[in-house]
């Protein structure tokens, strides 16, 4: 059965100044970034513990949890909740480890690869059954450090190859908006470019 557009966009991340550029916040740099590209303001709204806007004209909400990471899902489940949207109306767009940066994977449901924020979301809305938008952050290659590691900021390369992969994305933002999934995988999941060599 073909699945629907998505009716949520969820950023995650952890308020405040200090995190806003670490490499946790990858999903509220997709999410700020989609706010701008659509014309949507983001405010406060204290009943969905977030920042919260919509676009009337593409039919979708756009949320950043303000709950911290580990509680990201009382800020998805308050709205997804109040508007009815269903799991697999939601895209929730997050950093991940297993994935270098540059690199961008968008998968519906699977796995939650230790990554608190789809822990709680999951938990919350009794389902892991919806979309992922997995945005590389790469692996400090000890486990011991990835508390750290993701709670810092990214080198200045891999920075710039993130902001790269979040353009990437953004490119495939009208096949998602359209439900086209087997176009918008494909165009997300594809090795990128390398970089031309300087001459």
């Not at 999951?122 to 990835?146: C, F, M």
């Amino acid at each position: 059965m073909a699945q629907p557009a998505p009716k949520l966009i969820v950023g995650l991340g952890n308020p405040g100044a200090e995190y806003t550029e670490t490499r946790h916040n990858a999903g509220f740099w997709f999410c700020e970034r989609l706010a701008q590209d659509l014309g949507v303001t983001l405010s406060h709204e204290p009943r969905f513990h977030g920042y919260v806007g919509r676009s009337r004209e593409a039919d979708v909400w756009l949320l950043m949890p303000q709950t911290y990471m580990n509680r990201s899902g009382q800020s998805v489940l308050a709205l997804a909740h109040f508007y009815r949207i269903l799991p697999n109306e939601i895209l929730v767009v997050h950093d991940e480890l297993d994935i270098p940066p540059g690199h961008l994977r968008l998968k519906y449901g699977g796995g939650l690869g230790g990554h608190n924020g789809l822990k709680d979301i999951t938990a919350r809305l009794s389902s892991q059954d919806y979309w992922r938008l997995r945005i590389g952050i790469g692996h400090p290659g000890d486990k011991n450090e990835v508390a750290n590691y993701v709670l810092n900021r990214p080198r200045r390369e891999e920075q710039g190859e993130i902001d790269q992969a979040i353009d990437r994305a953004l490119t495939a933002w009208p096949k998602i908006a359209k439900a086209d999934w087997n176009s918008a995988t494909q165009h997300i999941n594809a090795r990128p470019a390398a970089p031309k060599e300087k001459t």
